[in-house]
Each structure stands twice: as C-alpha cells, then as structure tokens.
C-alpha cells in the first residue's frame, strides 16, 4: 500500500501538493499531463481513509489547489485593497481556507457513500460522476466560484474535440475516469475477467481517440462574410480609473484612438472605457455614435448604467452599442467584493478593500436581448460571466458572434489574466463561434471557433488590434443539449454506486 493511500500527515502533505501543482496544468504554464497527475492523486489518496479522514485529506488538496491557483486574489487586496501585507496574507489564508470545503465536502460523500474498492470499472466511474459535480456545485453555490476547472488544461490537448461535444464538463469528467482507470488498471488486470478489462480499456481510450478526431471538427459554418474589426487597449493605471480628475483625459484617449483608427465594421472598447455613468455622457456618446455612423461602424463600450427598479436607482455594470448597431446589456453575473459586496453593512468600511469603486452593482435581469450590430446578433459577457460555461452557452445558442469585455487591471502581472483568457478561449471553443476579447490592459484578441487566438496585443501596451472574424450559425452538440446528457450520466452512475454500496453493507 502506498503511503499516499493511507491516512497521516503525509498523505495530507502530498494532497496539498497535488492540489497546488493542477495551477501548472492551466495557463500560463499548460503542462496538461499534470492535471491528470494531480486528479490521480486525489481520487488515490481518498481510498484507504475513513469518511472523516477523507474530509481532512480533501480539505488539504482544495487548500493547495486555490491557495497555488487564486494567489492572484492577494495581488488584488493588497495592492487595490489598501491591506498591509500581512492583512492581505491573512485574508488569503481565509479565502483559502474556506473554499477548500469544496474538496472537503466531496471526499467525504465519496468515503461514506460511494466508494467501491472492490469493483474498480463502477468505482472509476463513480468517482468521474463526483468529480464533475462537485465542480459544478462550485460554480453555483453563493453565485459559485467556477475557478480552476481541471477541463481547461485540455484546450490545448487531445481532448480539446470534446468541448463542442459536451462543453469543459465533458473534458473534466473523461479525465477523472482516465485518471481513475490507470490507477485501478493493476487490479482490474488481476480481476482476470476479460469483459471487464476490456470495457475498461475502452473506457480509457475511448475519450482519447474521439477527442483527437473531433479536435479539428466544425460544428459550424459561417453566417455569413468577414467582419472587420478593431479592439481598444487603452491599459489605463487601475489608480487613474475611476479618479474624476482624470476623466476628461481618459474620454479622450478612447476618442483620439478611435478617430485614428481604420475604417473597421465593429470598434470595441473595453468594460467601463467610460468609467462615468452613461446618463452624464450622452453627450460623449452621442458624438461618437455619429462618428460611428458616418463610417458605417458599429461602436460597442462598457460603460456604468443608472436605472430606475421598483421605484429604486440601481447601478448597473454594462455595455452599448452606437453607431451601425444597437442595444443595452447589463451585468448578470457579479463579482464578489468588485461589485457587490457580501454582508456588506457589516463589511464596508472596515478596510479599503470593502470599499473599492463600483462595488455596489446591482444584477442585471435574465431575459435580456443580445447586442445587434451590423445586422448580426452578438452575445456578451462582461468580465467574470465568460468563466461561466453553462450560462455562456445560454447566450451564445442565440448569437453570431461572442464578445467579452474586461478590466483585469486588478490583478497587475498575476497569472489571474491568462487564467480569465484560456477561459474564454474555452467558451469560444464549446459554441463553435468567434470571439472578440477587448479588454484595458490585456489580454485583448480575437479568438477563432477552435478556441485559438488568431491575433492579440500583449498586456501593459497601450495599442489598437485589427482582425477579422466571422459571424456564425449552426449549434455545437453542446449549445443544443447543454450538460443534460452528462448530468443524467452522473445521476445514474451515483444512483448505481449508493445502491451497490448499500448492498454490500447488507451481505
């Protein structure tokens, strides 16, 4: 027996360092073979532990895991926040802390439920159907935290194919199986039952093979010709942004850039590129609108929005379109602490970070209509909403054309911005569509339907990008049926797993 399986320090010490090096199977670094590694050590050192040693065990891999992957979270306090840097330490140390739960809290349900030792093929999958919903309970709970989802490692890798297929979900399920399957291939070998380790082989080769040959699959076709396009960069200091003294300066980089830029179909502006809300700058707006028009363009900023609901003016954090285009988004998926602020009469004021500007945000509704520009339908994603897969896919089943706007500024030369940006890449992966990325100060691209950047600007540059991208119609699998095949697959594999346990406590 491994030391990894048994209960102690060791094991503990080794999950942590599992947790923390899945950080290096997603961007920057994309060593994707690591994730496979680190999901493997998981499921193995849950095996031999009792339902509350598993808790810990789970706990210390969740620990290592955000405490590698969210390191950008302390830049953010620190350097925005206001906190010494043994305040900001400490608040990490909590953030961590509690966020490991969603490790702990899974592999304790496995150890006391549905764990099955003796029957590798049932427990591989048993634990492939846990791995996916505890990922996906981590991006609903309390609005969710959909951070660090091992399927991002593969959108460079051979299982990249799935994506459209069944979206990241897909991706994360087959490598907790595989991982889960090599582990169990010795004592599946000695079960000498030939259906079984056949099955088994096909189970583990399976998602391999038909990832590598849909990889290069369209599940797409254009909608119709090229559309130009330029995208702002105006990498603005996050302490100059919302400073009103520095607003004029500001209105009139994006202004003096767009009126020296190529004659293009669609000018982006990234998330509030007019950090004023939109009612005292209509004026601005207006004239840019007629500058847009005049050249048949199509003009989309993010900008706050002040709204009158139920008889209250609520903020908005949103976007709109001027010149050859129309419509208004607001912001549906917030983030916590940079635009709501949780118990927050108890929270604002005791330190900057509860304070920081817009961070009192209101959530926009759900039934909202995408953005028209130039005659085709763009779905929108401010920030933090493109990391959500499943309402992502929501919008983009109604689009042509995907874009996502973001100030990253927050988390200066972290890995949190190459993190938010293969997310994207994944997005625009699974729905088969095009992607323009516009952002203040990196990363700013134009992603194509097979999650590739076909052209950029590097961060901390101040620059205009030109590109072309494609309208397109046509549903990926994923867009059409969402994660329904997949959640029916797990319901049925833990149904099969709680009454085979139960059955064997009874014998």
């Not at 808790?55 to 590698?68: D, K, N, T, Y």
């Not at 439920?113 to 846990?130: G, I, M, Q, V």
């Not at 000018?267 to 601005?284: C, M």
């Not at 961070?359 to 209509?369: E, I, K, L, V």
Request: proline share 6%; hydrophobic share 50%.
């Amino acid at each position: 027996m491994l030391r990894v399986t048994r209960p102690g320090w060791p094991g503990n010490l080794l999950a942590v360092v599992a947790g923390a090096i899945t950080t290096l199977a997603l961007a920057p670094y994309d060593i994707w073979p690591l994730a496979l590694l680190a999901v493997g050590f998981f499921y193995a050192g849950l095996r031999e532990l009792s339902p509350r040693q598993a808790l810990g065990r789970g706990w210390c891999f969740g620990f290592g895991l955000f405490g590698a992957g969210t390191s950008w979270i302390y830049y953010s306090i620190h350097n925005f926040g206001g906190a010494s840097v043994l305040l900001a330490g400490f608040l990490m140390l909590i953030f961590t802390a509690a966020i490991a739960w969603f490790f702990a809290l899974p592999a304790w349900i496995w150890a006391r439920w549905l764990r099955r030792n003796e029957a590798p093929l049932a427990d591989a999958l048993a634990f492939a159907a846990l791995w996916v919903g505890q990922e996906a309970f981590r991006g609903w709970f309390l609005t969710g935290f959909p951070w660090l989802y091992s399927g991002y490692s593969q959108l460079n890798g051979p299982l990249a194919g799935l994506a459209p297929v069944g979206g990241m979900w897909l991706i994360s399920f087959a490598l907790a199986l595989t991982a889960a399957l090599i582990w169990n291939a010795p004592r599946l070998i000695r079960t000498g039952r030939k259906g079984f380790i056949a099955a088994g082989v096909v189970l583990l080769a399976g998602p391999w093979i038909a990832g590598i040959a849909l990889k290069d699959h369209a599940w797409t076709s254009p909608a119709g010709p090229a559309l130009s396009v330029a995208a702002i960069q105006g990498n603005i200091e996050q302490s100059m942004k919302w400073d009103p003294a520095q607003l004029n300066a500001q209105l009139a980089l994006y202004r003096d850039m767009s009126f020296s830029s190529k004659r293009v179909d669609l000018l982006i502006w990234p998330e509030t590129a007019v950090p004023v809300l939109k009612e005292s700058a209509e004026g601005y707006l207006s004239m840019m609108g007629n500058f847009a028009a005049e050249r048949k363009t199509a003009l989309i900023t993010g900008v706050p929005i002040r709204q009158e609901v139920r008889h209250e003016r609520r903020f908005f954090n949103g976007i709109t379109v001027v010149g050859e285009g129309d419509g208004t988004y607001l912001k549906q998926k917030l983030v916590p602490f940079g635009e709501y602020v949780p118990l927050q009469d108890v929270l604002r004021g005791l330190i900057a970070f509860f304070d920081l500007p817009m961070s009192d945000f209101a959530r926009g509704p759900a039934d909202q209509a995408m953005l028209q520009a130039k005659g085709y339908q763009i779905a929108p994603f401010i920030c933090y909403e493109v990391v959500y897969p499943e309402f992502a896919a929501s919008l983009a089943a109604r689009s042509d054309l995907l874009l996502t706007i973001s100030n990253d500024t927050w988390f200066g030369k972290s890995i949190g911005p190459l993190q938010h940006l293969q997310m994207a890449q994944m997005r625009a992966l699974e729905a088969g569509r095009w992607m323009i990325r516009a952002t203040n100060n990196g990363v700013t691209g134009l992603i194509n339907p097979f999650g590739q950047i076909t052209a950029q600007i590097p961060q901390f540059e101040r620059g205009i990008l030109y590109g072309e991208v494609v309208p397109m119609h046509n549903l990926t699998p994923y867009l059409r049926w969402r994660s329904w095949p997949l959640i029916i697959v797990c319901v049925l594999l833990f149904g099969w797993a709680l009454i085979a346990s139960r059955m064997a406590k009874t014998v």
